[in-house]
């Protein structure tokens, strides 16, 4: 819909806004004059000379047509500065930092203090800006003394650490040495000892017999007979003319026995060509004693001259062998016939 107007009231409009232009200008003009008669003021009643104003460390500058007056603060702190304002016949003064809240160094002061109360605020307010930099200092100073004394001290625990890790490696790798030299020394011993073994005659057989009989019966608790045995090793398969039976050395039995032939319960018939051929009760284990040397003991602990242990194991995780008047190693070299096997051995082939 289309809005039609009078030219009546366009010219109308047109007055209105000329009129309200020209009611802003005249405002804003008045405010010009009014900013630049305070700053001419301000500049005129201002009571500290450019010396004063050295000696405080500072300088004042008017920017552009305001009614405040920037003092800027060099030297503390930086960025800083002194806003004093102008209100009507009194002053008020504040600091600025940025990033800080506004500090007051007075207000609503009369012009004719004005010059004692900013050389009287300043100077505090100096001072205790040369205060909060002196604890920051001492407190910064503090903390590098903290750091410096933990970072000596996190240096020397790390010196120390790497001795004694340097310690340990070194102890094991003693530890290792002297088990690879008594590995060998062991072996030495032993296939000297295998050289020096028992050998079983080349070509010359030996055969024994095996007796069992009863040498006692009885009748059990549900009426059982309960019959007890004894057996031996012989060279007879049958008893002799007078009815005895010679056996091989035994503890507790009579060399000869005369055993009733109902009383045998078998005899068996062995030729033994080897020692692997013999039974378990014709056999000793022969063992190497080797004295001064043994593996490292389940709760022996190897410790370095710190205190520090050392874990130290073989290749496949085993103990490792150490010296010590109080060791003692002992090596299975195998079975070797028992003495009076030997014997006969012996005669067998010098009857031969």
């Known amino acids: 819909m289309r809005t039609v107007t009078s030219p009546a009231f366009e010219n109308l409009l047109s007055q209105a806004q000329s009129r309200l232009r020209e009611l802003t200008l005249a405002q804003e003009e008045r405010q010009r004059e009014e900013r630049a008669q305070n700053l001419e003021r301000f500049t005129s009643s201002f009571p500290l000379t450019a010396d004063e104003q050295k000696a405080l460390s500072i300088s004042f500058h008017n920017y552009g047509n305001t009614t405040n007056a920037y003092a800027a603060i060099h030297g503390v702190w930086g960025d800083q500065y002194v806003i004093v304002t102008a209100d009507g016949s009194r002053w008020q003064a504040e600091v600025y930092r940025k990033g800080v809240t506004s500090v007051r160094l007075f207000a609503r002061v009369e012009a004719a203090n004005l010059r004692d109360q900013l050389v009287l605020g300043i100077a505090n307010y100096r001072a205790k800006c040369e205060e909060e930099l002196a604890e920051q200092f001492r407190r910064e100073q503090e903390q590098a003394a903290r750091a ?205």
């Not at 070194?170 to 020096?196: C, G, I, P, S, W």
Request: net charge negative; charged share 25%; glycine share 6%.
């Open 148 to 352: 410096a004394d933990v970072a000596k001290r996190e240096a020397e625990a790390k010196v120390v650490y790497e001795r004694r890790q340097a310690a340990i490696e070194a102890k094991r790798a003693e530890v290792l040495a002297t088990h690879a030299e008594l590995v060998a020394e062991v072996e030495r011993q032993k296939t000297a000892a295998l050289a020096a073994l028992w050998q079983w005659p080349a070509g010359v057989t030996l055969t024994l017999y095996r007796w069992r009989w009863n040498i006692a019966a009885a009748v059990g608790e549900n009426n059982e007979l309960v019959v007890d045995y004894d057996d031996g090793w012989s060279l007879q398969a049958e008893p002799n003319y007078d009815g005895f039976v010679f056996f091989q050395p035994a503890i507790g039995r009579p060399r000869g026995l005369a055993i009733k032939p109902a009383n045998v319960a078998f005899i068996e018939r062995h030729t033994f060509a080897r020692v692997a051929d013999l039974h378990d009760d014709l056999v000793l284990a022969e063992n190497l004693p080797i004295l001064g040397i043994g593996y490292q003991r389940y709760h022996e602990v190897i410790a370095t001259a710190d205190g520090d242990r050392v874990q130290v194991s073989t290749e496949d995780g085993g103990p490792v062998l150490l010296r010590g008047e109080d060791r003692e190693l002992r090596i299975e070299l195998g079975n070797i016939p028992k003495r009076w096997v030997r014997e006969l051995l012996d005669q067998t082939v010098g009857a031969s």
